[in-house]
């Protein structure tokens, strides 16, 4: 049944990262040099990695190969990609009913300058355990269950004594090109300092963790909008079931078209009656009208395979149970967070004009005024004169990058999709920095925002919304208050309504671009839409 499940898919995609072969044996030079670039292709169109499976033809059909044929083809495929700097792992491996064995391949780039990036949020309701598995999954120890593992993840000296996350704090979990975590010492949990962590790892994972109070929802929604992340990991406690922030944070998901999945903790301290209880709320909050996916049960690795695959289509939403004081199936997450997919193609974006939205600013002692956030498209380089605003006034500065870093380690370049931290140059006068600023290629016309077209749809109001109603904004690392100057066609709006919307800023400009998606919120009203006309 797993074969059938697993081998007989659909037709190969001429695009995409997975490549059928029904065997790679006796190949001549000029077929394996075909392969090869066949491979490069494959291997380009994952954004660094990709995924072969052997002893399946093209259609999908799984034949399997017997022991020397098998042998050798997996031979065959790790010399093609050797040739082109790259590793293999073999991460599923099935013998069919004829005896034949069919397997599946990991191939991933192995670069000393360079490493394959995701990011991924971690939401969901407060108490839910958040911190603590993101403390466990970084770090390699179990909780002791009284938070020993969140101590390590929270910034602020309340959070500790309270237990609550307030504030959104990242860890970068490394994995080397085999998928063994690198961030610490298997043998010994001793952690690796970050430099060397990154230098080993071809591909790491930054969790972002959210807070779960309703206190901090803003604080939760800046963190989801301005770290553009790949995937969120939706976190719920078993005992504790579903609550209202839970489906808070899945609807700024969906809002933000976020392909999630779903974690429930704590399963160490719940009956079985307990457990099925919430996995069946989960399943059913999964089908609902207005959410419309599969729900994905994750019981072995070949579960991990078809979820990491399909995740990225946002179209399934797989599901783990596990305990972060016994370890149950943290391994699990592991394996899912190594081989999940980079879901934008930010090689496109590498060689546009510099922009880098700011999120955090930091005044550092020695070094002076140091800003960090996305680079949403372009490179910048060290010596590199950029524009940085619009501050209150709408105007833009011009200061240079004197140093750059990511992770920790000092960069002579970052391009797009890379988050980091810019130290700026001394500027003569006052230079006032805030996040949702932006800095800018020198070259790019800079443009101060004060009103702007929004094609919206109203999710939730208790009333109408007419001309004058003024929301809270979050478009990216931008969040302000604005007014609505005008809807067109109609004269109020009401839960579930769709209209093209004119907003203006009520306090200053910022910088938007077209296309950008932004979540409107005021009291209990929630909105989604898309930037549709920059006036």
Known sequence: MIDDIIYNQIPENDEGSVEYKRQLINIKPNRFEHLVTQMKYRVLEGYGECLYEIGINDKGDAHGLNEEEFLESLDNLKKMAKSIDCEVVVICEKVLKNNKKVAEALIREVLEDRCIDIRICIC??????????????????VDNGRGYARQRVFNHRHEVETGRTSSVSYQTIG???RGNPTNYDNNTLRMIDKQNMIRNSSKTV????????????????????????????????????IQRMTKEHIGICLALKIPFFVVMT?????????????LDSIKKLVKKIGVRKIPYMIRNDDDIIIASKNLKDDNIVPIFSVSSVTSKNIDKIKKCLNLLPVRKNWLDLKDSKARCVIDSIYQVPGIGLVVAGLVNSGTICIGETVNVGPDDTGKYKTVQIRSIQTNGINRKEVSAGRTAAFSLSKYKGNLYVRKGMVLLDIKTPVKSVWEFKTEIKILFHSTTIKVGYQPVIHCGAVKQSATITNIEDREILRTGDKAIV??????????????????????????IGMIVDII
């Open 502 to 527: 004119t907003f203006r800023f009520l306090y200053r400009p910022e910088y938007l671009v077209n296309g950008s998606k932004l979540i409107m919120r005021e009291n209990m009203t929630r909105a």
């Open 206 to 241: 930054t969790l972002y963790d959210l807070a779960g109070h309703e206190k901090y929802l803003r604080t939760t929604l800046f963190g989801m909008s301005s770290s553009i992340p790949d995937y969120a990991m939706v976190v719920i406690s078993a005992n504790n079931g």
């Open 266 to 278: 704590r399963i160490d301290i719940c009956s079985e009656h307990v457990i099925n209880s919430t």
């Open 175 to 177: 994995f080397d090109c």
């Open 124 to 141: 969901g309701n407060v108490d839910a355990g958040k911190s603590t598995l993101v403390g466990v999954l970084s770090t390699g120890e």
